[in-house]
């Protein structure tokens, strides 16, 4: 039996923390509108670090999208600073409502962990995908294909997390990281993936089936 888990990020402590001690201190002072505009963002805070529990599937060539949010890119292009070569590249638009955990798509190791400092543009833009700050891990899948899964910081989010190093041998649905405040996660896909995702839909990470890789 599994241990009971708090489904809450354990990097969102500190702002849980500090929000709920700010809105205490302003309760004791008896600042009525200060206290309730606290609590609100409070909630929020709380909100936003969740981590729920997701279920895989069981099929074996599944992968899975590696974040919540809304679909806004599906194109083949030759990546030219990860993989080396022509693949789908699938982005993922995560506002702030969203859970923003990041699971890994496909069992593999971690070839490389790559950051990239840069700029704080829009996560949904061209500019913000090519310019933001970002941290890509590479992953070779048990099947001898590389994946490169690609946080993008976003105009509010200035802090990606990423727990994942060299060496690591990962499993599909596992945590790796997260980025807080809204941003974007890329996915540089073997063209031998069998798409099953589309602009403008919803996912959720580590359940939404986003392809298989036969």
Known sequence: MHPPRIPVALEGYP?????????????ILGWLIPTLILLVVTVFVVYFFRDPERVAPQDEDALVVPADGKVILVERVFDER?????????SIFMNV????VNRIPYPGRVERVIY???????ADS????????????????????????????GLIARRIVCWAE?????QRNQRFGLIRF?????????????LEVAVGQKVKAGETVLGYLP
């Open 82 to 90: 990860f993989l080396k070569e022509h693949v789908y590249k699938v």
């Open 97 to 100: 409502l969203n859970v923003h």
């Open 15 to 27: 702002f849980i923390l500090l929000a709920g001690f700010t809105t205490l201190v302003a309760a």
């Open 166 to 170: 060299p060496g690591d041998q990962l």
């Open 126 to 153: 061209q500019r913000g995908a090519l310019k933001n700050e970002a941290c890509a891990v590479i992953l070779d899948s048990q099947r001898g294909r590389k994946i490169a899964v690609v946080q993008v910081a």
């Open 116 to 122: 990239t400092p840069g700029t704080f543009y829009s």
């Open 182 to 194: 809204g941003s974007r996660v890329d996915l540089y896909l073997p063209l031998a993936t069998q």
